[in-house]
C-alpha cells in the first residue's frame, strides 16, 4: 500500500494586506518638462516617501520616478520597468501611487499589469480614486476609470495634432535643432556659421569625389563634433545632412508623423499625411545649384550599386571615390561603364580600363570595345584640357558662356532693393491705420475712404510681390555667380603646365562624361556642356 504524507497549509509569503511590515513603495511621474510639473514631481516624492516612513507597518521599499515620459505606454519608463522587476524576485508588497493616470493612461497595459501583479501578491493602491487591487470588486471601476484616462490621452494627441497640422499650414517648422541651424526665439532659424562652414566643406569633398566613408574620416580626423557632441560621425548623418532641404533655405514639414498615439511611434510620411514645402524659408547655407548638384551625384552614384551580375557588380560598376575616371568613363558601343583592373604582361603589371560588359560577358554583349592603358588616358585627357586655355576658338567659347553668366546675373540684379520695397510698405501701413481711425471717427466719408484703403492695399500686394521677385532674383544671381565661378575654374586650371600629373579631383570638377569612340579617340562631355574629341 502506498504511504501518503500530509502537508499542511503555509502562511502565504505575500498578500499585499498583511499586518506584518508590509513592503511598500511609490511609482511617481510627471508627463511635461514645465518648471511646475519637475516642481510638483519633487512633492510626490517627498510626500509618499514620508507617508510609508511614518507608518509603523510599512517598510519602505523606495521611490520610483520617471520624469517628462509619455504615460501612454509602460515601454520607455525605466524606473516603472525596474519595479516591477523587484515585484517579480518578490521584494515589494504594496505599489502607492497618486491616481490611475499617473500609473498608466493605456487600458490595456494597465489592466494586465495590475492583474499580473495581483497573481504574485502585489496590490497597487491608487490614492485619488481609493481603489486597491486585491479587492475583486475593484476590477470594473478600474477597467472603467482607465478606458477615461485612455480617451484623455487619444484626445491630447489629436490637439497637438491639429496645433501642428496649423504651424505647418503658416509654413511654420516645429523643429527646435538641425545641425548647422539654431531656432531664434522669434521662431526663425538661424544659421550657426562654425556648423555652415561643415557643411560646405561635406559639399566640396563630395562633389570633388569623396565618398561618405572618406567625409566622415575627415571630419573625424579634424575633431569636428555631432550635433550631440559626439566626435565620432556615421555616413548616414552624412548622407542625411547632405540631402537636407534645408541647407538651400528651403524647408519640408511633415516628414514623419505619430502612428499611434499609446506608442508614440513616428513612421515616415509616405503620403499618408499632408506636407508642405516651403521655398526660401530661411537664409541658405549653400546655393540651390550647389544642392542639386550634390543630389544629382548621389543618383549617380546609387545608380553603380544596384543589384545586377556576379561579385555584386553591374555594367555601372561600384562607385570609387579614389578614381575619377570611374563612373564617367562609358562605353560607346553598349553603353556599359568602364572598370579600371590589372594586367599582368611578361612579368609586369599594368593598370587598364576595359568595358564591364566586355571584362565580364566577352564579346556576346560587347564585340569592339577597346582596352586602354590608364597612362595613355590620363595624359591625354589632361593634355586635351590643357590645350583649351591655348585654343583660341575654344577659349572664346568658354568666355562666351561666361559673359552669358554675367549678363544673366546683371538682369537678375533688380533696381531697387528689399530693404527700400519694406520701407514702402511701412509707410503705406501707417496711411491705411490712419485712414481706419479717421473713417471710425467721422461721418459721411465712408465711401471716401473705403476707397483709398482699397488702393492702399492695392499697392502693399503688390509691393509684397516685388520683394517676393526680388528675393528670386538674389537666389537666381547667387546660382549664376557660382557658375561664374566654375567657368573661371575651368579657363584658369586649364591653363596650368602641360604634362602635370593626373588630378582626380579637378577631373570630377570639369567632366561629366568620357565616351570611349574607339582605340584612338575619346570624346569628353565638360559640365559646362562643351563637348570635346581626344586623340589618343
Known amino acids: 500500500m502506498a504511504e501518503i504524507l500530509y502537508i499542511p497549509t503555509v502562511k502565504p509569503e505575500r498578500t499585499g494586506f498583511r499586518i506584518q511590515r508590509i513592503r511598500v513603495c511609490a511609482y511617481c511621474r510627471v508627463s511635461t518638462n514645465g518648471d511646475g510639473q519637475y516642481h510638483s514631481y519633487d512633492i510626490q516624492t517627498e510626500y509618499y516617501k514620508s507617508l510609508i516612513q511614518k507608518n509603523p507597518d510599512w517598510e519602505f521599499c523606495g521611490i520610483y520616478a520617471d520624469e517628462g515620459i509619455s504615460g501612454t505606454s509602460k515601454w520607455g519608463r525605466e524606473d516603472f520597468q525596474r519595479m516591477l522587476e523587484e515585484c517579480e524576485k518578490g521584494r515589494i508588497d504594496l505599489i502607492l501611487t497618486k491616481s490611475i493616470t499617473r500609473f498608466a493612461r493605456n487600458t490595456v497595459d494597465t489592466i494586465t499589469t495590475v492583474r499580473h501583479l495581483k497573481e ?27 478606458s477615461q484616462a485612455q480617451e484623455e490621452s487619444r484626445a491630447i494627441s489629436t490637439n497637438v495634432k491639429w496645433g501642428y497640422a496649423r504651424k505647418f499650414e503658416k509654413g511654420e517648422s516645429t523643429r527646435q535643432r538641425s545641425y548647422g541651424f539654431r531656432k531664434a526665439p522669434n521662431g526663425e532659424m538661424c544659421i550657426v556659421e562654425e556648423e555652415a562652414a561643415v557643411i560646405r566643406n561635406m559639399a566640396r569633398w563630395f562633389l570633388d569625389g569623396d565618398s561618405l566613408e572618406r567625409i566622415k574620416y575627415r571630419l573625424e580626423d ?14 548616414g548623418t552624412i548622407y542625411n545632412i547632405l540631402t537636407n532641404e534645408k541647407i538651400m533655405g528651403d524647408v519640408l514639414l511633415q516628414k514623419t508623423f505619430t502612428a499611434d498615439y499609446l506608442t508614440k511611434r513616428r513612421v515616415k510620411n509616405s503620403g499618408q499625411q499632408k506636407q508642405y514645402y516651403v521655398k526660401n524659408h530661411h537664409e541658405a547655407i549653400i546655393p540651390k545649384t550647389v544642392y542639386y548638384k550634390i543630389q544629382e551625384e548621389i543618383a549617380r552614384r546609387s545608380s553603380l550599386r544596384k543589384s545586377g551580375t556576379r561579385k555584386g557588380k553591374t555594367a555601372q560598376g561600384v562607385y570609387s571615390s579614389k578614381y575619377a575616371l570611374t563612373g564617367i568613363m562609358v562605353c560607346n558601343e553598349c553603353g556599359a561603364h568602364y572598370r579600371r583592373t590589372t594586367w599582368a604582361k611578361k612579368g609586369k603589371k599594368v593598370i587598364v580600363w576595359r568595358c564591364i560588359n566586355r571584362l ?12 586602354l592603358k590608364e597612362d595613355v588616358i590620363q595624359e591625354a585627357i589632361m593634355k586635351r584640357l590643357h590645350g583649351l586655355a591655348v585654343d583660341q576658338e575654344e577659349e572664346v567659347f568658354l568666355k562666351g558662356v561666361k559673359e552669358d553668366i554675367l549678363r544673366a546675373a546683371k538682369v537678375a540684379g533688380g533696381a531697387c532693393s528689399k530693404d527700400e520695397i519694406e520701407e514702402t510698405i511701412g509707410e503705406l501701413k501707417d496711411q491705411l491705420m490712419d485712414y481706419v481711425g479717421k473713417a471710425a471717427r467721422e461721418h459721411g466719408g465712408e465711401a471716401w475712404y473705403n476707397e483709398r484703403m482699397r488702393k492702399l492695399g492695392l499697392q502693399i500686394t503688390e509691393l509684397k510681390k516685388r520683394k517676393e521677385s526680388i528675393r528670386e532674383q538674389e537666389k537666381k544671381r547667387e546660382e549664376y555667380e557660382y557658375l561664374d565661378r566654375e567657368i573661371s575654374r575651368l579657363i584658369g586650371e586649364t591653363g596650368r603646365e602641360s604634362g602635370e600629373e593626373f588630378d582626380n579631383i579637378f577631373i570630377r570638377q570639369m567632366v561629366r562624361e568620357i565616351r570611349v569612340m574607339s582605340k584612338n579617340r575619346l570624346q569628353i562631355l565638360l559640365r559646362t556642356g562643351m563637348v570635346t574629341d581626344v586623340n589618343l
Open 360 to 371: 565580364e560577358h566577352g564579346t556576346e554583349r560587347c564585340h569592339e570595345s577597346p582596352t
Open 222 to 235: 579634424a575633431g569636428i563634433e555631432t550635433t550631440t557632441g559626439k566626435k565620432t560621425w556615421s555616413t
Open 120 to 146: 504574485i501578491g502585489v496590490s497597487v493602491y491608487f490614492e485619488k480614486e481609493n481603489i486597491n487591487t486585491l479587492d475583486d470588486s475593484t476590477e470594473m471601476i478600474l477597467t472603467i476609470l482607465s
